[in-house]
T-cell receptor, first 113, second 120 residues
Framework: AQSVTQLDSHVSVSEGTPVLLRCNYS??????LFWYVQHPNKGLQLLLK??????LVKGINGFEAEFKKSETSFHLTKPSAHMSDAAEYFC???????????FGQGTTLQVKP | DTGVSQDPRHKITKRGQNVTFRCDPI?????LYWYRQTLGQGPEFLTY????????KSRLLSDRFSAERPKGSFSTLEIQRTEQGDSAMYLC??????????????????FGPGTRLTVL
């Protein structure tokens, strides 16, 4: 069975400092991994995706994630946080042929001025 | 707006009533998914359609829940005899295939804004 574990339920950073949101995955085969963001009262938006091409994936709004098979990790990073980055972030793995998404529990990112 | 749309955005109902939600996917997206998100949790898969065929249902989808996609375009999700535990955000997503070596692959899912259900 596939799953993802987000290691932090809440992360707080100051504006302008780096962001690190941690995610470990479990999969019996090469996974397709995603990060989605959910702002209050808005729909889920895709930040980036990994589908077995380059291990360093660049997404929107300056976010990146690195797929590390040896560590079964897919951590999300951003060099400099902006106030507008405050939101809920979900690490997601796609399940096989059905394509259904399996979400982590989410990490709330707080950005302090 | 060419994104995924859902209607209604909010629904308040009394326990025991039936409710129906609608999802309109992005045109040409032949896969449509329903998820449920409760407060403080990530979305959980409920069911999905490829065109008009319902191909998988989660065990979360009790017999009070039914979903349809009669013409392979919009979909409806009905909950009969609602219970307070049904209170959640119901999300719809759609995706489309692209060809790759070895067959088709399905791209990322595009989500609608959700329908928030409150059962009193």
């Amino acid at each position: 069975a596939q799953s993802v574990t987000q290691l932090d339920s809440h992360v707080s950073v100051s504006e302008g400092t780096p962001v690190l949101l941690r995610c470990n995955y479990s999969s019996s085969y090469s996974p397709s991994l995603f990060w989605y963001v959910q702002h209050p009262n808005k729909g889920l938006q895709l930040l980036l995706k990994y589908t077995s091409a380059a291990t360093l994936v660049k997404g929107i709004n300056g976010f990146e994630a690195e797929f590390k098979k040896s560590e079964t990790s897919f951590h999300l990073t951003k060099p400099s946080a902006h106030m507008s980055d405050a939101a809920e972030y979900f690490c997601v793995v796609r399940s096989g042929n059905t394509g259904k998404l399996i979400f982590g529990q989410g990490t709330t990112l707080q950005v302090k001025p | 707006d060419t994104g995924v749309s859902q209607d209604p955005r909010h629904k308040i109902t009394k326990r025991g009533q039936n409710v129906t939600f609608r999802c309109d996917p992005i045109s040409e997206h032949n896969r449509l998914y329903w998820y449920r998100q409760t407060l403080g949790q990530g979305p959980e898969f409920l069911t999905y359609f490829q065109n008009e065929a319902q191909l998988e249902k989660s065990r979360l989808l009790s017999d009070r829940f039914s979903a349809e996609r009669p013409k392979g375009s919009f979909s409806t999700l009905e909950i009969q005899r609602t219970e307070q535990g049904d209170s959640a955000m119901y999300l719809c997503a759609s995706s489309f295939p692209s060809a790759r070596e070895g067959g088709l692959t399905y791209n990322e899912q595009f989500f609608g804004p959700g329908t928030r259900l409150t059962v009193l």
